[in-house]
Each structure stands twice: as C-alpha cells, then as structure tokens.
C-alpha cells in the first residue's frame, strides 16, 4: 500500500488523552480502520521515562499486529527502542535534515501551519506534509492560529507529488471538507479518544 494511502485514517494519541486505557482506546481504533497511529505522550500529565516506553511498547505492538503504520512524536530517543515506522515534528523540533541523516530509511513527517514554513522546510527529504491546525483546536496548548482547508489547496498545488495530512481541530463532522479539497488523510486527537462509539466515530472520518 501506497504512504498516501496510510495515511488516509490518522490516530495521534497518548495517555494524557484518554479517559481510559490508551491500549483499549487504539484497539477500538483499529477495530475502526485507523490506517496510522502516532504516538504523542506530550504535555500536562503525560508519562515519562520508563512509564512512558512501557506504554509505547504496549502500544507499539497492537500496531504491528494489525499493520498499522506507527509513528511517533518528536521524541527521537523512542524511535528505535519502540522500532518505529516513522517520526513527526514540528517546526521547533529537531531539523528534518539532521532526522534523515539519523534515520535514513525512517518515514518522516512535517507540520507546517504556512507559506514561510514551507519555504524554509527541507520538503525534499520528508516523506508526508501535515497541514494545519485546520480548525480550531483544544489539544494542544500552544496551538497556532487555524488555517482552514484553503491551505490544503496551496500546500497541494506546491507540491503535488507529497503526501499530506490534515491535522488540527478535525472532527467527523468536518473531516470531509478536508479531504475534499485534496488531503491524502486526516489526523485527529479528540474526535477519537473522546468518542461514545470510537469504531463509529474511525468510520465516519
């Protein structure tokens, strides 16, 4: 299967967003038809240390055993003790350039939220894009302005031939208009691990 293709249903997720076990909440996911899931154990009441790579191994496994993509957040340390498909950062974590050079066969992916990000990022040795916040979103503390779906448009339109994720403030009731406008997939937080019904509500997306 195809990135583009892998990145159709994307999970980012850690302890610090779930009511419940994060394990049972990714199982739900999966049996949903998430198609990636990103490790994000970042932020107010997360885990750390060997609390933290305990449950990104847990996590891990259910990944591998159901083949979907596993990613994580900006921590290079876990990559390889969680023997990770990929890693995504920010434009204030480690430089992309510096994460090929570390990870050469890794899948790497990029947030970037507008033009001077996209014209001061190495697109070139990434593997997907993710743009936004969409839309509003009260996940992240420090989150950026919203973007809206046009941005989908003009990173497309720049760069046709990459992979690219809507990410931010993305619920199953605008999901759509998202991939409508030429997203390959779209990331959630919150419209998964918050939901009465997740298998529903990864179906819907």
Not at 7 to 36: F, H, V, W
Not at 58 to 64: A, G, K, N, S, V
Not at 139 to 149: F, Q
Request: hydrophobic residues 40%; proline residues 4%.
């Amino acid at each position: 299967m195809e990135l583009s293709q892998r990145l159709r249903k994307y999970l980012i997720m850690g302890s610090q967003n779930c009511e419940r076990d994060p394990a049972d909440i990714l199982k739900e996911a999966i049996e949903g038809g998430i198609t990636a899931f990103q490790f994000r154990e970042k932020g107010p009441g997360s885990l750390q240390g060997e609390e933290k790579l305990a449950l990104g191994k847990r996590l891990r496994e259910l990944c591998r055993t159901h083949d979907v993509l596993f990613i994580v957040n900006d921590d290079s340390v876990l990559v390889d003790p969680l023997e990770a498909d990929g890693i995504h950062v920010g434009q204030d974590d480690v430089d992309v350039q510096e994460l090929r050079s570390l990870f050469p066969k890794k899948i790497i992916g990029l947030s970037i939220s507008n033009e001077e990000e996209l014209k001061g990022s190495a697109v070139d040795v990434v593997d997907y894009l993710g743009a936004g916040p969409m839309f509003a979103t009260s996940t992240k503390v420090d989150a950026k302005e919203p973007v809206g779906v046009e941005w989908i448009k003009r990173v497309k339109f720049l760069y046709p031939g990459i992979p690219l994720v809507g990410i931010g403030g993305i619920t199953v009731g605008n999901a759509r208009e998202v991939m409508e406008v030429g997203a390959d997939g779209v990331s959630a937080i919150t419209a998964i691990t918050a939901a009465k019904d997740v298998v529903r509500a990864v179906k819907l997306l």
